[in-house]
């Protein structure tokens, strides 16, 4: 691993409206992005929010996503990664997915994970894919992998991350606000486990469906031995923190548990 910038964007996601937030994401880039920033990281869903009665007009196919086409053009524009989830479908519209991605500003779409445990509802409308993809290599700087929010409540996922190479974790999530207290303690243990980086990031504001669910974020950065190196306070926010090689090899050294594990799958 190389020294690496992040930045984490805990967004007040406007649900069913995909222009407004993306709008929002374009701006918030332009504020802050002074050419430190390599690698921002954006909520789950952060376009739609879980619009469920919309999503026949909402959900894009993957493969011809002009929102991931925007996206890419908005990081090649600004020098700088992407990494978050999508409403996307199949091309005859029957199935819906939620699509993690990471972009790379010169390469555009590198890595994709469609979300693999689905809470509650959403077991009504998305499709898993039971499908745990490798570690990418970002930039050359560090091997990094995505999950999606409820994903975090099962360590297999991350540990199978971490042998495979991971040095960087990533989970976007729409995490309520009754149950953040636990996204915190499991974002922190599943970088402390796996001796990783943790970029876990919430989203905030209210959601109206059938009933309205409150997010307060709690999005965070966590370092290798389980530090919390970015916290958020409970509102829209945006942070930046540079990731440092020379720590992550220090808590490996430490705590070689991924060294010595005896059951690898």
């Known amino acids: 691993m190389k020294d690496l910038t992040v930045a984490l964007y805990q967004m007040d996601v406007q649900t069913g409206k995909k222009a407004t937030n993306l709008e929002k994401v374009v701006k918030v880039i332009q504020k802050h992005q002074t050419g430190q920033i390599e690698l921002l990281v954006l909520p789950e869903l952060f376009t739609t929010g879980f619009a469920y009665d919309h999503f026949p007009n909402l959900a894009e196919v993957e493969d011809e996503s002009p929102t991931l086409q925007q996206l890419e053009l908005l990081a090649r524009k600004n020098e700088l990664g992407l990494a978050g989830t999508i409403l996307t479908t199949d091309t005859k519209h029957e199935q819906y997915f939620n699509l993690g991605f ?152 430490t705590i070689p548990v991924l060294a010595d594990a005896k059951m690898r799958f």
């Open 102 to 253: 990471i972009i790379a500003p010169e390469e555009g779409v590198i890595y994709k994970y469609h979300k693999i445990h689905l809470w509650g509802r959403e077991k009504d409308f998305f499709t898993p894919r039971i499908t745990i993809p490798k570690p990418i290599s970002f930039a050359g700087k560090a091997n990094i992998a995505l999950a999606t929010c409820y994903d975090l409540r099962f360590p297999e996922v991350y540990r199978k991350f971490a042998f495979s190479g991971a040095e960087v974790l990533i989970t976007p999530a729409a995490w309520p606000k009754q149950r953040v207290q636990h996204f915190h303690l499991l974002s922190r243990a599943r970088a402390l486990e796996n001796t990783c980086y943790h970029i876990a990031v919430n989203r905030f504001g209210e959601e109206q469906t059938d009933f309205i669910v409150s997010y307060n974020g709690g999005s965070g950065i966590f370092s290798p031995l389980g530090e919390e190196l970015v916290k958020t306070p409970p509102e829209e926010s945006f942070k930046v923190y540079k990731l440092s090689a020379h720590q992550l090899s220090i808590a490996r050294k």
